[in-house]
């Protein structure tokens, strides 16, 4: 047995708008936690504790790095344009984030749901680097399911 690495992987966008759900290129991918809220409940002639009941689940933004890519060539850009410019925000049914292997097969499949952007930012324009500008989204989701790979 050995340990997956993290730097193969691949996302895609499932039915994003205008057809174009190909630019899945990124540079990292981060947020895919989920927590599960403690609610306590007193108990009347207990007072040496509270108890602690689980609740609901509670998951992070997803947040994806990458090169920036003009919104006349990338679906995700111009979807974020729209969004962010004439909040139309359409939230897509599913965005998968796959973990692969050397050979680009999926080992492990996040399925995330109801998915749209809430922060779009763009690196720092700086003429004394000569670096790829960057562009980080964050895209809120409901919840996703690991999805069993054979």
Excluded at 3 to 31: C, E, H, M, T, W
Excluded at 33 to 51: A, P, T
Aim: glycine share 6%; proline share 3%.
């Amino acid at each position: 047995m050995h340990q997956i690495v993290g730097f193969y992987f691949r996302v895609s966008f499932l039915n994003l708008p205008k057809g174009k759900d190909v630019d899945v290129q990124f540079q990292s991918v981060a947020g895919l936690d989920v927590q599960i809220e403690k609610e306590s409940l007193k108990e009347g002639g207990e007072n040496r504790f509270e108890h602690s009941l689980p609740g609901r689940r509670k998951y992070t933004t997803l947040t994806l790095k990458r090169g920036i890519i003009s919104p006349k060539e990338s679906g995700l850009t111009s979807w974020c344009q729209d969004a962010f410019q004439n909040m139309n925000i359409a939230p897509i049914s599913t965005v998968n984030v796959e973990l692969l292997n050397e050979n680009q097969t999926v080992l492990m499949q996040w399925q995330l749901a109801h998915v749209w952007p809430v922060s779009w930012k763009v690196g720092e324009l700086n003429a004394e680097k000569g670096e790829v500008l960057i562009e980080t989204l964050e895209l809120n989701y409901n919840y996703y399911n690991l999805v069993s790979v054979s």
